[in-house]
Nanobody, 123 residues
């Protein structure tokens, strides 16, 4: 059974930076694309970034492009989200998600979720 444990959240002032980590276990981490999803207070889920299995291809939501960097270390079974130039609207619970569904990205779905880590951006 897949297990995903996020860490690294916290409170930061606007313009600051944070690095989130997600430790994965219970599945072949290097075989799966991974995604970061966030949920702001009182709002729905928002896709942030997907990191393909080899880490060479990364897709971003327009809202974070140029400020966030998704990466992974397949030797350490760990996913990362480097967040810079943080804005109050980045305040959310950030979830690490395992993608499943085979090699075709159009068939992917969110198979497993972590418990989330809270990020608060406020002065």
């Amino acid at each position: 059974e897949a297990q995903l444990v996020e860490s690294g959240g916290g409170s930061v002032q606007p313009g600051g930076s944070l690095r989130l980590s997600c430790a994965a276990s219970g599945f072949t981490f290097s075989a799966n694309a991974m995604t970061w999803v966030r949920q702001a207070p009182g709002k729905g889920l928002e896709w942030v970034t997907t990191i393909f299995s080899d880490g060479a291809s990364v897709k971003y939501a327009d809202s974070v492009k140029g400020r966030f960097t998704g990466s992974r270390d397949n030797d350490k079974n760990t996913l990362y989200l480097e967040m810079t130039s943080l804005k109050p609207q980045d305040t959310a619970v950030y979830y690490c998600v395992k993608n499943s569904g085979g090699p075709n990205p159009t068939n992917w779905y969110f198979a497993s979720w972590g418990q989330g880590t809270q990020v608060i951006v406020s002065s």
